[in-house]
């Protein structure tokens, strides 16, 4: 990244201003990854910093609950499935802070790009280099903060993705085949846990749908607002970076538009995607 003092001069910026944001981003980013098992473990009951130990309970805690025949969850499945919670809540909130970090640092660093007419070459080269990075890092924090807000709010449906996980167990590949039996024959009366499996498979997409929806809109926006922009400008590299800026906010939308349809498809109609995850296919 370009020196504190270049996007001083170029954004009108302190570079100490600079120079915070870029210490908190990468502590927040250090935070994302040690911190959210540690603090989901606080009160818990128990440790879970070792993931196999976590796949373990899980594997354990789903055939003992699909073998009581209850819907209702025994008391050392709840206890993974609000360890998870709180592990995706953490994680979306240190991922939401980084957003944030982030998404300052790329508004300077382009503001800075559009009033450095006036630098050298290399440092418009630099700024925009920078400028790209950082904007790729926040989009990626996007899809993070997505992720666990997904996460949290259908826990144990994430948690599913865990049953494949680990060394073949009889028990457990018995239960699976079970499962796989009552999704497939559908005109049987489904075991009270494949019901709420179901539900929560449903929630699990539903959110995720609602999110990408949101972050459509916000870039539809940001995408038509830089467009505008362009007009402020009459200095060609200006206008032609606002163009790219509008035409990339086009491109993310439209892709994240196909994850909103695709995930408000499942989420409408989740038995036959539930069944592919069993089945090896999600």
Known sequence: MPQPSVLSRAAGVPGRVLAALAAVALALGVAFVVAPSRLAAGGSGGDFDDRRQLVDAVHAEFVGWWRSGEAGFPPGLQRVVDYWFRYHLAKAVLAGALLVVLGALAVLLWRAL????????????????????????????VALVMANVQGAAAPFASLLSMLPDGPADARLAVTLAQVRHQLTDGGTAAAPAVAVMTDDFARYHAVLAALAATVAVALAAVGVRTWRARARFSERPARRLLGSLAAASVLVFLAVLVVAVANTGTAADP???LLAFFEGGW
């Not at 050298?120 to 924090?141: K, S």
């Open 114 to 141: 559009l009033r450095a007419g006036g630098l050298p070459a290399g440092t418009r080269a630099m700024l925009g280099a920078a400028g790209v990075l950082v904007t790729m890092l926040a989009l990626a924090a």
């Open 271 to 273: 038995a036959p995607a």
